[in-house]
Nanobody, 127 residues
Framework: QVQLVESGGGLVQAGGSLRLSCTAS????????RGWFRQAPGKERDFVAA????????YYADSVKGRATISRDIATNTAYLQLNSLNPEDTALYYC????????????????????WGQGTQVTVSS
């Protein structure tokens, strides 16, 4: 497992944007994919986006498709999640996760595919 630290959350008005960052504590040569999940109070932790570390393939939940961009900087071991056109339904605690194992296109969306998690960064969108 690797230690992951998220940052970039905050309070933003509807229609605004945020850029979340997720930095790993060590070189992620063994990381196959990095993902973002979010959890609103009283709800399940849901998939938001993921990126394969080697070739940069990206995957998005339907709820953020067209509004979110996931990217990575291999040199700094950092993954980013750019969120645009935010609305109150995007309010949640956003978690970064990593998996060392090869995952399929289907399983990369699953919370259970990841074995390393950050502490989360809060995103609050006001109407």
């Amino acid at each position: 497992q690797v230690q992951l630290v998220e940052s970039g959350g905050g309070l933003v008005q509807a229609g605004g944007s945020l850029r979340l960052s997720c930095t790993a504590s060590e070189r992620t040569t063994s990381t196959y994919a990095r993902g973002w999940f979010r959890q609103a109070p009283g709800k399940e932790r849901d998939f938001v986006a993921a990126i394969t570390w080697g070739n940069g393939y990206t995957y998005y939940a339907d709820s953020v498709k067209g509004r979110a961009t996931i990217s990575r900087d291999i040199a700094t071991n950092t993954a980013y999640l750019q969120l645009n056109s935010l609305n109150p339904e995007d309010t949640a605690l956003y978690y970064c996760a990593a998996t060392p194992g090869v995952v399929t296109r289907a399983s990369i969306l699953l919370r259970t595919s990841y074995n390393s998690w950050g502490q989360g960064t809060q995103v609050t969108v006001s109407s």
